[in-house]
């Protein structure tokens, strides 16, 4: 059903990208009054925003940009267009941008402020001087969300103050190191309250989204993800969203369509130039989303797409990073270990791949090398797990796996169980997952299959369903909990877990652990299966 849509999507990276004048159909609604004194510059100034809402980037500076060329000193112009140069919740990337676009309103804060005749618009001007202003990325911050805490105070009715101060607290939750989810609940809470007023509001329906992206909270979104599946269908990363929510749910068919729908926006508004970000993003997710619900063939084909992307964009750092990502995502998913050599792959993820290949050949020498190369990578990265850093750990973690499993190869127990217990140690150190596997072969699910292989099916069970709770409907892991409780005699359990497993690749007769559900399942239904 979904491989049209794929075909479609070769078809637009072959022809060429369509303008992105041709974008602008349906961004969602907002209600943003301003002191604009024309209605185009502020029909352009609202779509800005809406798309702004939904990290549409490109297609945002063109409508600030139609809105400062209609109303030269329309401050909220600018404010809209210096937000456009930085994902907020990923590390500072471009400080410069923002900084020249506020420029080209005044030489100084003063002199911007000046045109910002509102308290409400000076307020937020005030904001974005806080972010883009001198100091560290993280404090400005935390600086900028006490701008719009306070902007929130004087105006708490007003949707738009609202759900970006909701915004602002995602954006501070890393450098204030907010384990407790404090801040994150806070800005959904916001966001809901918008969303219930105005469910077609992309900014409510998003930051919900990220607030609640963790498996614990994911089920509270789970009406925003629907809505914003709608809402933004021109946005790339707002047709991607809703998988964040989708995943946490082991909702597959929805995480592989909402991928395939931000991939093809993505493509139809790339250009020459552009960064590849929204597609290499919605190709690595979808994937992952292929391979759960049991689709090799697609999982398959993306790889492709992504091979031709990074060709198409000049080897854009983003898409060849990406190609031994899943490369070894496909096969440690499907365990078809010939179908890549990742020969040239030097990233960590690209060493994992070629060690567990390795270890297939009963190369450990190989295999060995990998790990060494894989520490080298994670001494090269910080042990930060906040919003600014990319964390080592499951660098580490996959270090350790390739050390338990050439010494389970060696007929080393203890020291195999070792190396995983470190790696256990590392894992409970992490926050909760976001998206794909990260490690790719997730730590708690290959410990559990090596604890079925030395015949200690109780604790495996125990490694299975702790993937499960993070990670839910994650097949491989089912699959290890269905046979941890055959190895049992628990007949019921495993029952259930092939039955779910049927379930989850409905229709997939064609891989073996289906097979071995359906064999099981129909077994016990005639009064046979596990004693």
């Not at 992504?306 to 060709?311: G, N, V």
């Not at 699910?445 to 299975?464: C, D, I, M, N, R």
Request: aromatic fraction near 8%; include cysteine; glycine fraction near 8%.
């Amino acid at each position: 059903m979904l491989r049209p849509i794929i075909l479609i999507a070769i078809v637009l990276i072959l022809l060429g990208s369509i303008p992105a004048s041709a974008q602008f159909d349906s961004v969602g609604s907002i209600d943003f009054p301003t002191s604009s004194v024309t209605k185009e510059a502020q029909y352009h100034f609202l779509r800005g925003v809406a798309i702004l809402h939904g990290f549409g980037w490109k297609q945002a500076i063109e409508q600030f940009r139609k809105a400062q060329e209609l109303e030269p000193d329309f401050a909220m112009a600018y404010w809209g267009e210096s937000l456009c140069y930085n994902h907020p919740l990923l590390g500072e990337r471009d400080r410069d941008s923002p900084r020249e676009v506020l420029a080209r309103l005044g030489a100084t804060p003063e002199k911007r402020a000046e045109k910002a005749p509102t308290d409400r618009e000076r307020g937020f001007l005030a904001a974005v001087e806080a972010l883009f202003g001198e100091g560290e990325p993280g404090q400005r911050r935390i600086d900028y969300m006490e701008a719009m805490k306070s902007l929130y105070q004087r105006y708490p009715e007003d949707d738009e103050v609202t759900t970006f101060y909701s915004l602002s607290l995602l954006m501070a939750t890393g450098p204030l190191g907010d384990k407790e989810f404090r801040h994150p609940v806070l800005a959904g809470s916001l966001a809901m309250r918008v969303f219930l007023d105005n469910p077609d509001h992309p900014g409510a329906a998003h930051y919900i989204i990220h607030a609640f992206d963790d498996p614990v909270h994911a089920p509270l979104a789970l009406p925003a993800a629907f809505r914003f599946a709608e809402i933004a269908p021109l946005v790339a990363h707002a047709r991607h969203m809703p998988s964040h929510i989708f995943i946490q749910r082991g909702m597959w068919d929805r995480v592989a369509s909402s991928n395939i729908s931000a991939y093809q926006a993505a493509i139809e508004l790339w250009e020459p130039g552009d960064s590849v970000g929204d597609a290499v993003h919605a190709l690595d997710w979808g994937q992952y989303g292929h391979l759960q619900h049991g689709d090799r063939a697609l999982a398959l084909e993306w790889v492709g797409l992504l091979e031709t992307l990074a060709e198409r964009s000049d080897g854009a750092a983003r898409a060849v990073g990406a190609v031994p990502l899943m490369k070894t995502r496909y096969m440690v998913e499907t365990e078809d270990w010939e179908r890549f050599d990742l020969e040239e792959a030097s990233s960590a993820v690209g060493w994992f791949g070629r060690g567990m290949r390795a270890l297939h050949d009963d190369d450990l020498e190989t295999a060995l090398e990998a790990a060494d190369e894989i520490q080298k990578k994670a001494e090269g990265m910080t042990e930060d797990t906040s919003t600014f850093a990319r964390s080592n750990k499951p660098t580490r973690i996959m270090r350790h796996q390739l050390l338990a499993l050439v010494h389970l190869k060696k007929g080393n127990r203890e020291e195999a169980l070792e190396a995983l217990e470190a790696g256990a140690a590392i894992a409970a150190e992490m926050g909760p997952p976001r998206g794909s596997a990260s490690p790719v072969k997730p730590l708690h699910e290959l410990y559990g299959e090596v604890l079925l292989s030395l015949g200690e099916p109780t604790e495996a069970a125990e490694h299975f369903e702790a993937t499960l709770t993070l990670m839910p409907n994650r097949p491989l892991s089912v699959l290890g909990l269905a046979r941890a409780h055959t190895e049992l005699g628990n007949a019921v359990q495993a029952r259930e877990a092939y039955a779910k497993l049927l379930a989850i690749w409905a229709g997939r007769d064609q891989l073996p652990g289906f097979q071995e559900a359906q064999s099981f399942v129909a077994t016990a239904a005639t009064g046979g299966g596990a004693g």
